[in-house]
Nanobody
Framework: PVQLTESGGGSVQAGGSLRLSCAAYIKTYSTYCMTWFRQSPGKEREGVAALDADGTTTYADSVKGRFTISKDNAKNILYLQMDSLKPEDTAMYYC??????????????????WGKGTLVTISS
C-alpha cells in the first residue's frame, strides 16, 4: 500500500546544495507523516526533518537553518532542500512514512514504511 522512491543524491563540495526528492505512492492512508532520515557507516540512523500531517515541520538541531522539508501535495513528492552542506552531512538519506498511531517523527523505530535511500557525499 505504500511505495517510497528517493532520488537527487550525489556528490558536491562543502558549502554546496542538493535537493532530494521522495516520490510517494500511498494508497491506503489518508493521514500520515513523512520524515527524512540519514545514516552514515557505523552510526545509527537519525531523523533529519519531518513533516506532520498538518504541515508542521520538525528539524534535527544539526540541520536547522540549512535544510528545508516540503511537499508537493498534488504530485505527492516530499523534498529535502539541503544548503550549506558539510562533510558530516555525508550519508545515505531515506524517506519514511508514519501512519496512525503517529509516534515521534524523528525516531526511526516509529516509522512504518521506508524507501531504499539515496546517497549524499560531501567533500571538503
Amino acid at each position: 500500500p505504500v511505495q517510497l522512491t528517493e532520488s537527487g543524491g550525489g556528490s558536491v563540495q562543502a558549502g554546496g546544495s542538493l535537493r532530494l526528492s521522495c516520490a510517494a505512492y500511498i494508497k491506503t492512508y489518508s493521514t500520515y507523516c513523512m520524515t527524512w532520515f540519514r545514516q552514515s557507516p557505523g552510526k545509527e540512523r537519525e531523523g533529519v526533518a519531518a513533516l506532520d500531517a498538518d504541515g508542521t515541520t520538525t528539524y534535527a538541531d544539526s540541520v536547522k537553518g540549512r535544510f528545508t522539508i516540503s511537499k508537493d501535495n498534488a504530485k505527492n513528492i516530499l523534498y529535502l532542500q539541503m544548503d550549506s552542506l558539510k562533510p558530516e552531512d555525508t550519508a545515505m538519506y531515506y524517506c519514511a512514512v508514519d501512519v496512525p498511531p503517529i509516534g515521534s517523527l524523528l525516531t526511526p523505530q516509529h516509522m512504518d514504511y521506508w524507501g531504499k535511500g539515496t546517497l549524499v557525499t560531501i567533500s571538503s
